[in-house]
């Protein structure tokens, strides 16, 4: 097999597994193509912002994704952050490139738990006089 380069990228309740191999440009995520798994418009070019931020194209790496959890912009993200830290270990030079736009930064934001009497994280019943 092949050499590859992997990164894991988390976001929210999302993981994902990410597989950078030199290659043709292969897209898949969860064994299926790319653009059948993220129909969201923008999704594509959010996901490949890591390939342009350190001057690569795309074409010249095989990707292969496997991603669970969470909802689509958690796993949009968790894929651009692994693809990050993928890129980040086939060249160190690449680091601050990326940190520069933001892209090696787990975003930690995650949603706050319920608290009791409440019926969400703050929501509260609603006030009656009488």
Known sequence: ??????GIGRRKESTARVRLTTGSGK???NEKDFAAFFTR????EDI???????????????VSV???????????ESVRL???????IINADWTSALRKNGLL???ARVKERKKPG???ARKAPTYTKR
Do not use: H, S
């Open 118 to 120: 409440l019926k969400k």
């Open 105 to 107: 930064t787990r975003d």
């Open 41 to 44: 418009m923008g999704d594509l």
């Open 1 to 6: 097999m092949a050499q590859y380069y992997e």
């Open 82 to 88: 692994g693809i990050a830290r993928a890129l980040q």
């Open 48 to 62: 490949l912002r890591p390939f342009g931020a350190v001057g690569q194209e795309a074409t010249k790496y095989d």
């Open 66 to 76: 496997l991603v669970n959890g969470g909802g689509t912009t958690g796993q949009t």
């Open 27 to 29: 897209f898949t995520v």
